[in-house]
């Protein structure tokens, strides 16, 4: 029960069904999911520990609303994270999550043309997901599903692609990385997809609402 409460919260969290700052009852959870408090008091404590939920003492909890700061951190791990993965499919050759990046783009490409946002954002994180699994690496993986989960992905693509232009640049940017793969270079392709992450965080941050401060109230540093 506690594990199909936290996949629940989760996803609802990641997808912006639940926004940023929201309060989470545990009284009505529990009568949702038909379970206990308890299940869903420690599902909030593990969905806490992921960074998407914030516990408040004698106050209550609520969706955690990421500051300025931590996007930028988050997206620094990002950069790095999906560096390595592009090197590391560089190296592996023509496996099928190379045939599965081809066919993203070329879909891409039509939701581009017909200005399809809501399409092109699904298939940027198809995208990234692709070249994540296909580095075939578990620990880069893991780390990198944690630190998504953690940035909200879902909510931010969209934010990103709110930018005029960001859209068809970022299709550039993605075919640019996927030659560099397929040449098997190596270097090259890190430092793409490094330039890439980073000019989506440009994206990010101006197309993030005013009231989002620099840094979280109660947040160390």
Known sequence: MQARVIAEMRRRI???????????????????FGVSRTPVREAL?????????????RVGTFVTTPSRREITELFEMKELLEGAAARLLARRGR???????????????????RDDRGRYAELVQEFHDLLISGADNNKLEAHYRMLMNQLAYSRLVNTSLSQPGR??????????????ILEKDGDSAEQVM????????????????????????????
Do not use: C, F, W, Y
């Open 14 to 32: 990641i997808k912006g069904d639940i926004e940023p700052g929201a309060p989470l009852s545990e009284l009505a959870l529990a009568e949702e």
């Open 45 to 57: 404590k593990q969905l806490q520990t992921e960074g998407l939920v914030e516990i408040r003492p």
């Open 95 to 113: 496996v099928a999550e190379i045939d599965l990046l081809e066919r993203n783009l070329s879909e891409a490409d039509e939701a581009v043309a």
């Open 167 to 180: 859209a068809l640049q970022s299709d550039r940017e993605h075919h640019r990385v996927l030659e560099l």
């Open 194 to 221: 490094r330039e890439h992450v980073r000019a989506s965080r440009r994206a990010v941050m101006a197309g993030l609402p005013t009231g989002v401060p620099d840094v979280r109230p109660g947040a160390a540093g």
